[in-house]
Every structure is written in C-alpha cells, then in structure tokens.
C-alpha cells in the first residue's frame, strides 16, 4: 500500500470518530442578533443574523454544561445572564444529555428548541414566566439542535 493511501485511510478513520451536533439557529426577530454559545470560558460566537436568516454549526458531542442565547447587546457573556438561554448537559460520558429552556437568569427574546435526529423534543419560552422549562432527556449520539428566536407561532 502506497504511503498516500494509508495516510488517506488514517485520516478517514480519525474523521469517522470526530463527533459533533449540528445545530442551527433561525432568526424571526424584527432585529439582528447574534448566535452565541459556551461552555465555561470557552466562549463561540455564529455570524450576526439577518431578520429571517438561518445558519448552522457544529459543536462537539461533549461541549460540557453548553448554553446558548442570542445576544442582542444585553447578555452577559459568556454564560448569557440577562437573556433567555438554551442548555444542555452534554457530558463527556455520553449519550446521558439533558436539555432545558432557562428564563430565571433572564429574558430577552422568545426561544424555541427542536431536538432532532435521535431525539423528538420541542419546547418554547414565550415570556419570563416561561414554564416550559423541564429537562429533556436525550441519550441519542449526535443529535441535532435548532433554535429559533422568536418562532413565528404559538404551536
Ligand atoms: C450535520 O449536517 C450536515 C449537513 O449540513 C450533514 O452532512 C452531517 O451529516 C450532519 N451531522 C450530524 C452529526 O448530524
């Protein structure tokens, strides 16, 4: 086997391992935002999104104690005090992930999760009395996420 080959081989079998959440994040808000996300002080930021813009990015499968939100210039960074936010466990032993809604740190847009691909789960906070904040188990690998500020129905 030539060197390239095996080279090839090596590197497939390194990608095959590498897994990840795709999440996507859809903007109906009448304003720009901009999709952020942390774990600890690891601190990531998506592209300011249009009104009516979706984008999408992938996180790994273990991203420890993951909070999103969508800053608008009123969240405390990096873990989106003041604004309503998106967690989810993550933990290195996975697949043990619970994901919830969280309105008690604060409120700033409404959110919406779709858990997918492995996992069927939807919750929205329309407010800060949002009560749609339960933990949802999901012990699917590599589920995806989407999150959308201010999702266009009550549904
Ligand atoms: C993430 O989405 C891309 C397409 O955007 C897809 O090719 C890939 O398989 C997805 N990964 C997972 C883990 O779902």
């Known amino acids: 086997m030539q060197l390239q080959t095996r080279l090839a081989l090596a ?13 996507t994040f859809t903007n109906n808000c009448d304003t720009e935002l901009t999709p952020t996300w942390s774990s600890g002080s690891d601190l990531r930021k998506g592209v300011l999104l249009a009104v009516g813009a979706t984008a999408q990015y992938v996180i790994p499968e273990t991203y420890f104690g993951a909070t999103f939100y969508a800053q608008d210039g009123s969240c405390t960074e990096p873990g989106g005090a003041g604004c309503t936010s998106f967690h989810c466990t993550l933990p290195a032993t996975n697949p043990n992930n619970e994901c919830y809604l969280k309105v008690a740190d604060g409120f700033n847009v409404p959110l919406r999760f779709q858990l997918n691909n492995g996992c069927v789960a939807r919750r929205t906070c329309w407010d ?10 999901c012990r699917a690998h590599q589920f995806g996420i989407e999150l959308t500020f201010c999702p266009p129905d009550r549904t």
Not at 11 to 23: E, K, L, P, Q, W
Not at 128 to 137: H, N, P, S
């Open 128 to 137: 800060e009395t949002c009560k749609e904040v339960d933990r949802i188990a």
């Open 11 to 23: 590197f497939g079998a390194i990608a095959s391992v590498t897994a990840v959440h795709n999440v």
